[in-house]
């Protein structure tokens, strides 16, 4: 298993700022994501965090709006820039335990930064 | 692309009763299905992961059945107490990338 801490928690931003999420795993993971879950909807990928390379953005997410940093195997930090009420959601980040093959690979989530943008 | 969907998006039912949640999927070639579980503006719990090869798991009142060749798994849970009151959503891994359900919105009522 994986626990993986989130900080903060929530937040309250003024329109035009910008807010760093910070996610850490208490093991060495290689596979770790960044999720957005909007208001009454399911999950949303935004980027696979690379470790000491660039992270894979989704269709719709650019590096420039989320900027990505994966430093080591334990840490990731997401960054929401230049934020508008349409950034209002709940971000996640997961991280894959591997099991003894790929099928028994297990996904874990932190508990979440709730995020309003005024 | 993988699509999961979800029936029912929503379910309401009497403490005790069991109930069964749906999760269906066009592609499958996949590695394992999980189910979560998520309370209000909380993070995803893992319930159980199936691998591709299995047909079901169980963990006390839950079980979990898959049927990969129809792209289809269910959750059964038994005696439903309020506490299960919550979001389940399903998702399934292709090896590099996971795939979301729409969620069913559970209530128990006491």
């Known amino acids: 298993s994986a626990v993986i801490s989130q900080k903060p928690s929530r937040d309250i931003c003024q329109r035009g700022t910008s807010l760093t999420i910070q996610c850490q795993v208490d093991s060495q993971v290689t596979m770790m994501f960044w999720y957005r879950q909007q208001p009454g909807q399911s999950l949303t990928l935004i980027a696979t965090a690379n470790q000491g390379s660039e992270a894979t953005y989704e269709s719709g997410f650019v590096i420039d709006k989320f900027p990505i940093s994966r430093p080591n195997l334990t840490f990731s930090t997401l960054t929401v820039s230049n934020m508008s009420p349409e950034d209002s959601s709940i971000y996640l980040c997961s991280v894959v335990a591997p099991g003894h093959s790929i099928s028994t690979d297990t996904q874990y989530f932190g508990p979440g930064t709730r995020l309003t943008v005024l | 692309k993988q699509e999961v969907t979800q029936i029912p998006a929503a379910l309401s039912v009497p403490e005790g009763e069991n109930l069964v949640l749906n999760c269906s999927f066009t592609?499958?070639?996949?590695?394992?299905l999980q189910w979560f579980r998520q309370d209000p503006g909380k993070g995803l719990t893992s319930l159980l992961l199936?691998?591709?090869?299995?047909r079901e798991q169980t963990s006390g009142r839950l079980n979990a059945s898959l049927d990969k060749s129809s792209g289809r798994s269910t959750l059964y849970i038994a005696a439903s107490q309020p506490g299960d009151s919550a979001t389940y959503l399903c998702a399934v891994f292709t090896g590099n990338q996971f795939y979301f359900g729409t969620g069913t919105s559970l209530t128990v009522i006491p």
């Open positions: 592609d499958s070639a996949i590695y394992n």
């Open positions: 199936i691998q591709s090869s299995q």
